[in-house]
T-cell receptor, first 112, second 119 residues
Framework: AQSVSQHNHHVILSEAASLELGCNYS??????LFWYVQYPGQHLQLLLK??????LVKGIKGFEAEFIKSKFSFNLRKPSVQWSDTAEYFC??????????FGSGTRLQVQP | DAGVIQSPRHEVTEMGQEVTLRCKPI?????LFWYRQTMMRGLELLIY????????DSGMPEDRFSAKMPNASFSTLKIQPSEPRDSAVYFC?????????????????FGEGSRLTVL
């Protein structure tokens, strides 16, 4: 069955530090990948998505992710985090059961 | 533009009571999803609809859970009888056809969620 793994459950960084959150998926065929963010008290919203083409995808708020097919990975990166990036980040893949399958999430805490 | 609207935002009930959660998707969206979020299990897909028809309900935990979508602008998720282990945040999300592999883009628009506490 399709699954998505996020190995970092809780990450604490200082402002201006660089960020990389890991995401691995298990599906061997064509796959579309997403990162969603959930700010405290808010609903999930899309950060970025990969369907095809350039494996380096740029999203909102300075985030980017790189699709590495050989590693089944889609890691999220940001060169310099801000306090306002404190949130929970979810990697997701499609196809799952014909619906998005989410990873368990990574809680990012950025300290001022 | 109004986003996905869920109600109630918070519900506290006692074990054994019936709970009904409501969702109004974004107008024009063809797909509606119900997810449940808990600390232990993360975000789990419960069921999703396409054009008001349930497509995959294999994530529904058991017969106590049921979901309906009587029209394109309304869906309900019902739990009867409720149990303490049902306590979670229930999210509704909608999406639209956009050429993705299964007909939709995969970009979900989430509601604010309904936080359910069953005592």
């Amino acid at each position: 069955a399709q699954s998505v793994s996020q190995h970092n459950h809780h990450v604490i960084l200082s402002e201006a530090a660089s960020l990389e959150l890991g995401c691995n998926y298990s599906y061997g065929g064509t796959v579309n990948l997403f990162w969603y963010v959930q700010y405290p008290g808010q609903h999930l919203q899309l950060l970025l998505k990969y369907f095809s083409g350039d494996p380096l995808v740029k999203g909102i708020k300075g985030f980017e992710a790189e699709f590495i097919k050989s590693k089944f990975s889609f890691n999220l990166r940001k060169p310099s985090v801000q306090w306002s990036d404190t949130a929970e980040y979810f990697c997701a893949s499609l196809p799952g059961r014909r619906a998005l399958t989410f990873g368990s999430g990574t809680r990012l805490q950025v300290q001022p | 533009d109004a986003g996905v609207i869920q109600s109630p935002r918070h519900e506290v009930t006692e074990m054994g009571q019936e709970v009904t959660l409501r969702c109004k998707p974004i107008s024009g969206h063809d797909y509606l999803f119900w997810y449940r979020q808990t600390m232990m299990r993360g975000l789990e897909l419960l069921i999703y609809f396409n054009n008001n028809v349930p497509i995959d309900d294999s994530g529904m935990p058991e017969d106590r859970f049921s979901a309906k979508m009587p029209n394109a602008s309304f869906s309900t998720l019902k739990i009867q009888p409720s149990e303490p282990r049902d306590s979670a945040v229930y999210f509704c999300a909608s999406s639209f056809i956009g050429g993705g592999p299964f007909g939709y883009t995969g970009e979900l628009f989430f509601g604010e969620g309904s936080r359910l506490t069953v005592l």
